[in-house]
């Protein structure tokens, strides 16, 4: 049976007789043997083979193998005399699958950028950076799921296709099959939607949290992990067209108890991580932002921050540094606000809550003065927002009166007002994006090279 490379550099005893498969890094030819690293992505290191030039084939294999290459190797693990690794594998036979032309094949030993590598998606996930970003990652949505179901909270998978905006901003992509060269028009020349597939406007959904609290209403604690979309012309290193949500939602809960649970998730995440990524940890603190190891550490053991909107205006407003954006009452928080807030003033997560009302989606919770709403964003050190929340507006009047303020028409919102005419229980809920979580955790200063296939305006390439 092949053994997982990961295994082997940590459990490998000497004498053993393995099978690994995987792709070469590097080749070194020697008089009479030659080393190869084969990497098969289980871990940061590969295993170091040693071929000697009796193994079948030497002449003719050593010929087709180079940087990139897919190999099988069968040997017996021996103590390594080499510094850096424990164990190497002498090999007792070696099979080629494909080569990997050293003329063409664009991954050589050197460094390359971030930029370069989006060039070459299909092929970036085979070097150091992004498989430890991928593996983190993997490692991230591993412990969302373990923390969730330890606490009773039910999985609930929420729709990618959708008719209503569940942010109520307008940035939804249309789904559509009808023959866009030849849009059928009603009476009024509009576009007739009684011919679209679902017989009226359908869109990718930019949240889950609508579907999710119909859930709540039922199972009490629910979450849902999932992509999101947004069609907001946004290039920036913090933002995707197409990005992956983790929204949990209970019943039965307030603002406080919300913050509660977000700030236990994080630290819950990151220490998991720290716990079964170590080495690739260490890998983005040495090579990616020398702060990781040590943001990771203040998450785990610090409280969050935790102020008012107003009282964040007026830390704002006092701030010795000069803003791009105004700063003022009533107006959105910018990254470079939330930035100063989050990494200069209390150098970790603050959570900001009771948002003015116009500023934020129609669903949050009037408070009594009707200024504000119980909303909570958290925003974190170098990313600014990371998850953004609130309590939900339980009940009917309020709610129908503000989908109307907004513009909105209560006719698409029918059914989530029906959850506020039967059995309507005070309830909360948040929303985690996903890769700015990846990025925090790793210290990765772009968007695009935390998730394998990234979605921005002008690309969809891979
Ligand atoms: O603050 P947002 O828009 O909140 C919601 O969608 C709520 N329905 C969530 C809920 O209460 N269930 O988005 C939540 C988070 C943001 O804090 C941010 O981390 C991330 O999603 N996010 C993005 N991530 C990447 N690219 C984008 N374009 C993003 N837009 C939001
Ligand atoms: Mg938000």
Request: proline fraction near 5%.
């Amino acid at each position: 049976m092949t053994r997982r490379i990961a295994e082997l550099l940590r459990a490998g005893q000497p004498d053993e007789t393995v099978t690994i498969q995987g792709w070469v890094r590097t080749k070194r030819e020697q008089k009479g043997f030659s080393f190869i690293e084969v990497n098969d992505g289980s871990s940061m290191g590969g295993l170091q083979v040693v071929i000697n030039q009796d193994v079948p084939d030497y002449e003719e294999n050593l010929k087709r193998i180079s940087t990139g290459a897919s190999v099988e190797v069968s040997g017996v693990l021996v103590p390594s005399p080499g510094k850096g690794q424990r164990i190497e594998l002498k090999a007792s036979s070696v099979k080629v699958y494909g080569e990997a032309d050293p003329e063409t094949y664009p991954l050589q030993k050197k460094r390359h950028s971030f930029e370069f590598l989006r060039e070459i998606g299909h092929l970036r996930s085979r070097t150091n950076t992004l498989g430890a970003v991928f593996r983190v990652r993997n490692a991230c949505a591993t412990a969302i799921h373990q923390f969730f179901q330890e606490r009773g909270f039910l999985w609930v998978h929420t729709p990618v296709i959708t008719a209503s905006d569940a942010e109520g901003a307008g940035e939804m992509f249309a789904v559509t099959s009808l023959n866009l060269k030849n849009v059928p028009l009603n009476e009024q020349k509009e576009i007739d939607y009684a011919q679209d597939f679902f017989g009226k406007p359908a869109y990718l959904t930019v949240s889950g949290q609508l579907e999710a609290e119909i859930m709540a209403m039922a199972f009490s604690n629910v979450y849902t992990f999932g992509p999101t979309f947004r069609a907001e012309n946004s290039n920036t290193s913090r933002h995707l067209a197409e990005f992956w949500m983790v929204e949990p939602e209970m019943a039965f809960c307030d603002l406080d108890g919300d913050m509660d649970l977000a700030e236990a998730f994080l630290k819950y995440i990151f220490s998991y991580v720290m716990e079964h990524c170590p080495e690739d940890m260490e890998f983005f603190n040495a090579r990616i932002d020398d702060s990781v190891l040590a943001t990771a550490e203040n998450i785990i053991n610090n409280q969050f921050e935790r102020i008012t909107y107003t009282k964040a205006i007026e830390l704002l407003e006092k701030a010795d540094k000069k803003f791009e954006y105004p700063v003022e009452w009533g107006l959105d928080l910018q990254s470079e606000h939330e930035r100063y807030l989050a990494e200069d003033l209390f150098k970790k997560p603050t959570i900001v809550t009771d948002y003015p009302t116009q500023i934020k989606a129609f669903y949050m919770r009037l408070s009594d003065d009707e200024k504000t709403v119980r909303a909570m964003d958290i925003l974190a050190p170098k990313i600014g927002e990371i998850i953004g929340g609130s309590q939900r507006e339980e009940r009917l009047d309020v709610l129908e009166r503000r989908i109307v303020q907004q513009g909105l028409d209560p006719a698409t919102y029918w059914w989530y007002l029906d959850l506020r005419r039967y059995g309507t229980v005070p309830h909360a809920g948040f929303g985690l994006g996903f890769e700015r979580l990846v990025q925090f955790m790793t210290g990765m200063a772009n968007i695009r090279d935390v998730i394998p296939f990234p979605r921005t305006p002008q690309n969809v390439e891979f």
